[in-house]
């Protein structure tokens, strides 16, 4: 088996500006980082749903005016959306009980303001775009497209997000990918191992999109935060979701998800996998 397969596994019409997704078989649930929505889509009765998580909910929002949901984790029966944090109108946590099909928003902008001065970011490189809830800890990844390349791990401790918390942080420089840096798009934990995504993008804003260079996967482990592996998946994908879909002794498969920084609302949906002999 090659080190990785990649292919297009189905479309959705619905969803645009795909950021973000967690399977939960049957149903994938996806974010989009210009949408006021959570999406529901059963794929096995091929039905998309629309959950509104803020007020006034619309399917694209201005880009001064969105919330910028740019992160999805999950634990138990619990779906939790990070705004990015890029602007002060992002700085949103929205917890979704998909059981109870409850809705709780959390105003996170002094954990954005400590997490900024703990890993010596600047508000214009601040720009959070992957989440991990393994019920004990949060793992909440800046990723590294503003001037100063800051990819970083802000490893959270605590009863809540609000003002009972600890944290530390790890910075890693990551792979150019055609000759420009990549930086975390979104993360997964699976046995132990952060399986993560980097994109590198032409730019030097965490507000203005640029010309896309590439996607990556790449390993970090969880108990030393070493970055263990790297390998590129694409030249010209902007990859920015990452779910685990099937784990076994010799593969690991996700499902991911591309922004294509349009109004439109179709989205792909990919599937990765991995040859565990050679990770």
């Given at each position: 088996?090659?080190?990785?397969?990649?292919?297009?596994?189905?479309?959705?019409?619905?969803?645009?500006?795909?950021?973000?997704?967690?399977?939960?078989?049957?149903?994938?649930?996806?974010?989009?980082?210009?949408?006021?929505?959570?999406?529901?889509?059963?794929?096995?009765?091929?039905?998309?749903?629309?959950?509104?998580?803020?007020?006034?909910?619309?399917?694209?929002?201005?880009?001064?005016?969105?919330?910028?949901?740019?992160?999805?984790?999950?634990?138990?029966?619990?779906?939790?959306?990070?705004?990015?944090?890029?602007?002060?109108?992002?700085?949103?946590?929205?917890?979704?009980?998909?059981?109870?099909?409850?809705?709780?928003?959390?105003?996170?902008?002094?954990?954005?303001?400590?997490?900024?001065?703990?890993?010596?970011?600047?508000?214009?490189?601040?720009?959070?775009?992957?989440?991990?809830?393994?019920?004990k800890e949060w793992?909440?990844?800046?990723?590294?497209?503003?001037?100063?390349?800051?990819?970083?791990?802000?490893?959270?401790?605590?009863?809540?997000?609000?003002?009972?918390?600890?944290?530390?942080?790890?910075?890693?420089?990551?792979?150019?990918?055609?000759?420009?840096?990549?930086?975390?798009?979104?993360?997964?934990?699976?046995?132990?191992?952060?399986?993560?995504?980097?994109?590198?993008?032409?730019?030097?804003?965490?507000?203005?999109?640029?010309?896309?260079?590439?996607?990556?996967?790449?390993?970090?482990?969880?108990?030393?935060?070493?970055?263990?592996?790297?390998?590129?998946?694409?030249?010209?994908?902007?990859?920015?979701?990452?779910?685990?879909?099937?784990?076994?002794?010799?593969?690991?498969?996700?499902?991911?998800?591309?922004?294509?920084?349009?109004?439109?609302?179709e989205t792909n949906?990919?599937?990765?996998?991995?040859?565990?002999?050679?990770?």
């Amino acid at each position: 088996m090659e080190k990785f397969t990649l292919e297009l596994l189905f479309q959705i019409i619905g969803i645009g500006s795909a950021s973000g997704l967690i399977y939960k078989s049957p149903s994938l649930y996806v974010i989009g980082d210009n949408s006021g929505y959570l999406y529901e889509y059963n794929m096995e009765a091929k039905d998309l749903q629309q959950h509104a998580i803020i007020e006034n909910a619309s399917v694209n929002i201005a880009k001064k005016d969105k919330p910028d949901f740019e992160a999805i984790t999950s634990f138990e029966d619990k779906l939790y959306v990070f705004g990015s944090g890029s602007t002060p109108k992002r700085n949103k946590m929205v917890e979704i009980n998909t059981t109870e099909k409850e809705i709780k928003t959390n105003d996170l902008t002094d954990l954005y303001g400590v997490m900024q001065s703990f890993g010596q970011i600047k508000p214009d490189d601040f720009n959070l775009e992957g989440a991990i809830y393994t019920g004990k800890e949060w793992l909440l990844f800046n990723r590294g497209n503003g001037k100063k390349s800051k990819n970083v791990i802000f490893t959270i401790y605590g009863k809540n997000l609000i003002n009972e918390f600890n944290m530390i942080s790890n910075e890693y420089k990551l792979p150019k990918i055609n000759g420009v840096r990549s930086s975390f798009t979104d993360a997964v934990l699976v046995d132990a191992k952060i399986y993560f995504l980097a994109t590198a993008e032409d730019t030097q804003s965490t507000y203005n999109d640029g010309e896309v260079k590439g996607s990556l996967i790449g390993i970090i482990d969880i108990e030393t935060m070493k970055l263990e592996f790297t390998q590129k998946i694409s030249d010209t994908h902007k990859f920015e979701g990452l779910t685990l879909y099937q784990n076994s002794d010799k593969t690991v498969e996700f499902l991911l998800c591309e922004d294509k920084d349009s109004e439109v609302l179709e989205t792909n949906i990919y599937k990765l996998v991995l040859d565990k002999s050679t990770l």
